[in-house]
């Protein structure tokens, strides 16, 4: 079953394909009660029904601009939030507190700064050896010490360095060893959230293409999280697009690259710079004016018409939902 039939057959029909698809979204909700006064509330829809799969092996990228849900759609999944509505399943069980343990072992978050996710108490030793203390999965230290170094080999840090503390690295080494972290219990499957946004972009490259061959090495799934648009492309098999906490287009990296259709798709690609002044010239350009309303008001009906070039009067009345243009490729616009 594709995406296409996923989401336009409606949440409550969907299928589990165990063998295909490592992770299913479905119908996801996260509201955040926020206090707007001393006896009122309102609640911030940071992700208002999003519905997605990944496949085994698969890298989903999921961008948009700050703001617009892509954290909390990864700890979501995570389970750091319950769900206000909407499921998750992992390899085909659908995840509750009581295999939370369990899927927790398979699952693991990349986050973005790795100045503050790092203890700087603790040795990288420490640091990488604590989820396999966690999930009780060293016999004995010894043991525990060289799936240590195992890990740090598969990241490019050298066992000498296993005993100094985490305040002593680069920013980029220590990406690593956050990395080196999360493949400890050998998970199958890692949200990556911003995890090279903070690193300069010589940096950037060599981390990205670290992510790449430990996914082939270790048959790794990725949600790949990020704001920069390139950064996704680049490590992406399938790219899904964010607004005020809906999708609102997905496709192959290579269909929505070549042919954006949503415009607020079409302004995230146009935001890059174009080396060759004959394709600028061709392709269609479209600024984004304005920020992203506040997702305590989003704007009735289609969230980006405030922002939109072809705004009429159907988007203020009502939502588009995600409609199949063609191979799978998922856009939510009245317009286009
Ligand atoms: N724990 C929280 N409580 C209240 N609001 C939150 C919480 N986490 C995120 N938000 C809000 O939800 C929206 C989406 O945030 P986030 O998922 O971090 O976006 P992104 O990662 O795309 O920048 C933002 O408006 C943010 O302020
Ligand atoms: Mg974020």
């Known amino acids: 079953m594709n995406d296409a039939n996923l989401v336009s057959s409606g949440v409550e029909k969907l299928q589990v394909d165990e063998q295909e698809n ?20 309102l609640p911030l829809k940071a992700v208002d029904d999003v519905s997605f799969c990944i496949k085994r092996g698969e890298t989903l990228g999921l961008v948009g601009e700050s703001g617009c849900g892509k954290t ?14 909407g499921e998750i399943h992992f390899a085909g069980q659908k995840i509750d507190k009581n295999n939370l343990t369990n899927l927790r072992r398979n699952m693991q978050m990349v986050f973005q700064d790795p100045y503050s996710s790092l203890n700087p108490r603790m040795t ?5 050896g604590e989820p396999l203390d ?13 799936r240590v170094q195992e890990m740090l080999s598969l990241v490019g840090i050298s066992s000498e360095q296993a005993s100094r503390y985490a305040h002593e690295f ?15 219990i050998d998970p199958e499957f890692i949200v990556c959230d911003e995890s ?7 940096i950037q490259a060599q981390i990205l293409n670290m992510f790449k061959e430990l996914q082939s090495k270790l048959d790794l799934s990725y949600l790949f999280i990020a704001h920069d648009i390139l950064v996704v492309t680049y490590m992406s098999d399938r790219i899904a697009v964010m607004y005020l906490g809906k999708l609102i287009e997905l496709a192959d990296t290579r269909e929505i690259n070549d042919n954006p259709i949503h415009p607020y798709t079409k302004a995230l690609f146009s935001a890059v710079p174009i080396p060759d002044p004959k394709t600028a010239r061709k392709s269609q350009r479209i600024v984004l004016k304005g920020d992203v309303p506040s997702p305590l008001h989003v704007p009735s009906g289609c969230a ?15 939502t588009p939902s995600l ?14």
């Not at 909390?72 to 509505?85: E, F, Q």
């Not at 990288?124 to 990488?128: F, K, L, T, Y």
């Not at 966690?134 to 060289?146: A, D, G, I, M, Y």
Request: net charge positive; hydrophobic share 35%; proline share 2%.
């Open 196 to 202: 090279v946004s903070a690193l300069d972009v010589s």
């Open 323 to 336: 409609t199949d243009r063609g191979n799978g490729h998922l856009v939510a616009c009245w317009n286009i």
């Open 22 to 41: 490592i992770l299913e979204v479905r119908g996801l909700k996260q509201y955040f009660k926020v206090k707007t006064g001393f006896f009122s509330s």
């Open 304 to 318: 980006f018409r405030t922002r939109c070039p072809y705004v009429t009067e159907r988007c203020s009345e009502e």
């Open 72 to 85: 909390t759609v990864g700890r979501s999944i995570m389970h750091l939030y319950t769900p206000t509505a």
């Open 124 to 128: 990288v030793e420490d640091i990488v």
């Open 170 to 184: 680069s920013g980029g080494q220590r990406q690593r060893i956050g990395i080196a972290r999360a493949l400890a």
């Open 134 to 146: 966690v999930h009780k999965l060293c016999k004995s230290k010894q043991e525990r010490h060289e």
